[in-house]
Structures are given as structure tokens and as C-alpha cells.
């Protein structure tokens, strides 16, 4: 049954990805509140991972604002959209490959989670994602869209229904989100 906590995270998550596409730097205090109101609704839910992943969001996301609103020596913003380098894609297979088992580990010997894998591939997927984010590399886009996709089935297990309709909204949003990304980085390039 979906709750007002559930609700409220709902609408704020909704309008922190569209500031985030838009590179509105407003995006990071709207991700701090819907992290904290999903933070409830996923402990609740038995999605530990989930949840401890949402404080860590919360904890993040004022290093995703400060880095977003950072001014270089010529007072423009430090971070312009970028791609990742080869090292860096090999940096972000690394991470999610020693993350996923390792949260998984923890989180089947030390929760009641009846879906601690599950739980625990979106969970470092997302780790991965918001710092590409927080540094606004363009595959952030891709590594959200591979999240969203596992998140949408992982709610719905969990009869989270409004949070499983949310991350298939998130899905769309992805490839919104890359997209008007690889616009304004062509647009940055000319």
C-alpha cells in the first residue's frame, strides 16, 4: 500500500531527474529530500541495501551540489558535461564488479533480506552512477537506465507499486537524460 512518505518521495525524485537532465543545480537538495522520504520507505520494505544506498544519496548529493556549483578562474561552471575515457570505463566495471558481491555478502549475512543480490546490483550500480553524476559524465545516463531497468522488477517483487512505476519513468528518463546530454555536448564542442 503506498504510504505519504512513498508519495512525497515519489514527486520529488520525478522533478530531481528532470533538474538533473536540465543540469539545474537544484537537483541535489531535491535528491538529500526524496533520499531521506525513500530511505523509510525501503528499510520498511526490507530493502536494506536500498536504503542505506539512500543515505549515502543524501550524503552525496551535497558533494554532487558542491561540485556543480563550483566556478572555474573565468567564473564559468568547473564541470561541463564529458566522456568517460577508456580507464575510466575500466574504473566503473571494476567498481561495480567488486561492489555487487560485496554488498550482496553483507547484506545476506547481515539483514533479514530475502532478496539480498537483487538489492544489492541496483545498490552499486547507483554508488557508480551518482558519482559519473556528480562529476556530469554522460554515461551516468547509461549506468542509470541499466539501474532503472533492475529497480522497476525489484519494486514490483516488493509490491512497492508507485516506486516500481517511478523507476519505469526513471527509465525513460535515462535515455531522455543521454540524449539532451549528447546535445549539449555537442553543442559545447562547437
Not at 531527474?17 to 543540469?23: G, L, M, N
Not at 526524496?34 to 543515505?55: M, N, P, R, T, W
Not at 551516468?140 to 523507476?167: G, Q
Request: glycine share 6%.
Amino acid at each position: 500500500m503506498m504510504s505519504t512518505t512513498e508519495i512525497a518521495g515519489f514527486v520529488l525524485a520525478l522533478v530531481m531527474v528532470v533538474c538533473s537532465i536540465k543540469e539545474l543545480h537544484w537537483s541535489w537538495p531535491l535528491a538529500i529530500a526524496s533520499s531521506i522520504l525513500y530511505f523509510f520507505v525501503f528499510k520498511d520494505s526490507l530493502l536494506y541495501g536500498e536504503a542505506g544506498l539512500q543515505l549515502v544519496f543524501a550524503t552525496l548529493a551535497f558533494w554532487g551540489w558542491w561540485q556543480w556549483l563550483r566556478k572555474g578562474d573565468d567564473a564559468q561552471p568547473a564541470l561541463v558535461i564529458q566522456r568517460l575515457s577508456a580507464r575510466g570505463w575500466r574504473l566503473v566495471l571494476m567498481a561495480s564488479a567488486l561492489l555487487w558481491p560485496a554488498l550482496a555478502l553483507l547484506l545476506h549475512h547481515f539483514t533479514d533480506s530475502d532478496v539480498a543480490w537483487w538489492d544489492a546490483l541496483p545498490t552499486a550500480l547507483s554508488l557508480v552512477g551518482q558519482a559519473l553524476l556528480g562529476r556530469k559524465y554522460i554515461e551516468n545516463w547509461l549506468v542509470w537506465l541499466v539501474v532503472n531497468v533492475i529497480s522497476v522488477a525489484l519494486f514490483a517483487h516488493k509490491e512497492l507499486w508507485l516506486t516500481a512505476v517511478l523507476y519505469a519513468l526513471f527509465t525513460a528518463m535515462s535515455v531522455w537524460g543521454w540524449r539532451a546530454w549528447q546535445r549539449k555536448l555537442r553543442h559545447q564542442g562547437a
